[in-house]
């Protein structure tokens, strides 16, 4: 992340310059916004198996291998076409339950066929970086990983972490729910936050993320002492102080296929000395439908959402420049031969 620079207000003239442009749909021209996306919960892996996830509008496998790491590859085998979902897990990859062709899960390479015929050079699948992160596989789109998948201030083992997945797909990109804390009026209009600092002012722009600071009186009276930062178009994450307590709460959001996303939920508590599990448990659960409730009424605006960014106001500064920032990112799709 190469540039960084604190938010201005922009120059006269350059606000209406960045009206009425289009912001491109996530999967136009066959390409997608590069980055770090939730594939699925760690515990949908079955032990010892395969699980078959949607994906960028295709489709991959997800598996671990003996060493304990995901593997994430394309979902067809490259000889007929057969779902690897159906197909078994190996030691390091898996194995089509058709013909019984094993491929190596890190470089997705065909090894070798049952049959004992010489492997074709072009049998390989596409095998995407992939980690896991807070009960979360993670796989990323772009040739090489643009930045490091955020984690916490405090290590995962000294945290309690709770993460889940949304049932229900939202029929918008993961931009347009991302814009929504780049939006900051609706943060005063819509959920009546009363800020203390001066998150207009302090906004900072980097190559593949932004940051923007949140400190506000809640109208619940909480106090919201906050760090937010969009990671590419796609990843909301947050931590910071709940009247004075630590916590931190993330929300990646994946696409399965275009024109939707799938929304995953990551809410993260440290204990304090002498606190027992359900003393714990309940700060969690206390944080949680806080930012349910904020996040409640948030999606039912995302159902019928059409941004149409003609007519933006002074107020509107930070959110059109994150509209320039998401038509400039980096897109791609090098699996696409492979996914689809």
Same mark, same amino acid.
């Given at each position: 992340?190469?540039?960084?620079?604190?938010?201005?207000? &922009?120059?006269? =003239? +350059?606000?209406?310059?960045?009206?009425?442009?289009?912001?491109?749909?996530?999967?136009?021209? =066959?390409?997608?916004?590069?980055?770090?996306?939730?594939?699925?919960?760690?515990?949908?892996?079955?032990?010892?198996?395969?699980?078959?996830?949607?994906?960028?509008?295709?489709?991959?496998?997800?598996?671990?291998?003996?060493?304990?790491?995901?593997?994430?590859?394309?979902?067809?085998?490259?000889? &007929?076409?057969?779902?690897?979902?159906?197909?078994?897990?190996?030691?390091?990859?898996?194995?089509?339950?058709?013909?019984?062709?094993?491929?190596?899960?890190?470089? =997705?390479?065909?090894?070798?066929?049952?049959?004992?015929?010489?492997?074709?050079?072009?049998?390989?699948?596409?095998?995407?970086?992939?980690?896991? $992160?807070?009960? #979360?596989?993670?796989?990323?789109?772009?040739?090489?990983?643009?930045?490091?998948?955020?984690?916490?201030?405090?290590?995962?083992?000294?945290?309690?972490?709770?993460?889940? #997945?949304?049932?229900?797909?939202?029929?918008?990109?993961?931009?347009?729910?991302?814009?929504?804390?780049?939006?900051?009026?609706?943060?005063?209009?819509?959920?009546?936050?009363?800020?203390?600092?001066?998150?207009?002012?302090?906004?900072?722009?980097?190559?593949?993320?932004?940051?923007?600071?949140?400190?506000?009186?809640?109208?619940?009276?909480?106090?919201?002492?906050?760090?937010?930062?969009?990671?590419?178009?796609?990843?909301?994450?947050?931590?910071?102080?709940?009247?004075?307590?630590?916590?931190?709460?993330?929300?990646?959001? =994946?696409?399965?296929?275009?024109?939707?996303? +799938?929304?995953?939920?990551?809410?993260?508590?440290?204990?304090?000395?002498?606190?027992?599990?359900?003393?714990?448990?309940?700060?969690?659960?206390?944080?949680?439908?806080? +930012? $349910?409730?904020?996040?409640?009424?948030?999606?039912?605006?995302?159902?019928?959402?059409?941004?149409?960014?003609?007519?933006?106001?002074?107020?509107?500064?930070?959110?059109?420049?994150?509209?320039?920032?998401?038509?400039?990112?980096?897109?791609?799709?090098?699996?696409?031969?492979?996914?689809?």
């Amino acid at each position: 992340m190469s540039t960084m620079e604190s938010n201005h207000d &922009l120059v006269p =003239g +350059q606000l209406e310059r960045l009206r009425g442009r289009p912001i491109p749909a996530e999967g136009d021209g =066959g390409v997608f916004s590069e980055g770090w996306y939730p594939v699925c919960l760690s515990s949908a892996i079955p032990e010892g198996g395969v699980h078959g996830v949607p994906f960028l509008d295709g489709r991959v496998v997800v598996t671990r291998g003996d060493d304990g790491d995901v593997r994430v590859m394309s979902a067809y085998c490259m000889h &007929l076409g057969a779902d690897l979902t159906v197909g078994q897990r190996t030691a390091n990859g898996v194995r089509c339950a058709f013909h019984s062709w094993e491929y190596d899960g890190k470089t =997705g390479r065909c090894t070798g066929i049952a049959s004992g015929d010489p492997v074709p050079p072009r049998a390989q699948l596409f095998a995407f970086p992939a980690a896991e $992160m807070y009960g #979360v596989v993670f796989a990323h789109n772009g040739a090489k990983p643009l930045y490091d998948l955020p984690t916490f201030e405090y290590p995962e083992s000294d945290l309690y972490v709770r993460t889940w #997945v949304f049932d229900d797909l939202f029929p918008v990109d993961p931009w347009v729910i991302s814009a929504n804390t780049p939006d900051l009026l609706h943060l005063t209009e819509l959920h009546n936050f009363d800020f203390i600092n001066k998150p207009f002012d302090e906004v900072v722009w980097h190559d593949y993320s932004v940051d923007l600071p949140v400190h506000a009186t809640l109208p619940t009276g909480h106090d919201f002492d906050v760090h937010n930062t969009i990671y590419a178009t796609n990843y909301f994450f947050q931590y910071g102080k709940l009247d004075g307590r630590w916590f931190g709460w993330a929300a990646p959001f =994946g696409i399965p296929k275009k024109g939707t996303t +799938q929304l995953f939920g990551i809410i993260a508590v440290k204990p304090e000395p002498g606190e027992t599990p359900e003393q714990v448990e309940a700060f969690a659960d206390y944080v949680t439908d806080l +930012q $349910m409730g904020i996040a409640a009424e948030d999606l039912p605006i995302f159902a019928g959402m059409h941004y149409a960014p003609g007519n933006l106001t002074h107020g509107d500064r930070v959110l059109a420049r994150f509209f320039e920032y998401v038509r400039h990112f980096p897109r791609s799709l090098h699996s696409a031969d492979f996914i689809k």
